[in-house]
Nanobody
Framework: QVQLVESGGGLVQAGGSLRLSCAAS????????MGWYRQAPGKQRELVAT???????IYADSVKDRSTISRDNAKNSVYLQMISLKPEDTAVYYC????????????WGQGTQVTVAS
């Protein structure tokens, strides 16, 4: 199995920037894609961004112009750089990994809180 540990969350002022990191360990060879999801209070978990082993990326419309997802294969890590943060970005952000060739992300980190103050 894959273990995922997030870091970099915290309190940020509106308009600021933040970089989330996720370190993967375990069965790294089985990872096909990695990504970030978020869940705000009272809301369902939603996709933020994903990146495949080949480097293809997908972004949610709400963050597309303000976010960059990247990978560092040597460190088995994935990153999410966000700028121009808004209060509506406040959520618990989860690192995710997909193993095998199915469509579902099946490995999850514990989450890191991001709070954007207005």
């Amino acid at each position: 199995q894959v273990q995922l540990v997030e870091s970099g969350g915290g309190l940020v002022q509106a308009g600021g920037s933040l970089r989330l990191s996720c370190a993967a360990s375990g069965s790294i060879f089985s990872i096909r894609s990695m990504g970030w999801y978020r869940q705000a209070p009272g809301k369902q978990r939603e996709l933020v961004a994903t990146i495949t082993n080949g480097g293809s990326t997908i972004y949610a419309d709400s963050v597309k112009d303000r976010s960059t997802i990247s990978r560092d294969n040597a460190k088995n890590s994935v990153y999410l750089q966000m700028i121009s943060l808004k209060p509506e970005d406040t959520a618990v952000y989860y690192c995710a990994a997909k193993t095998g060739w199915g469509p579902m992300y099946n490995n999850w980190g514990q989450g890191t809180q991001v709070t954007v103050a207005s």
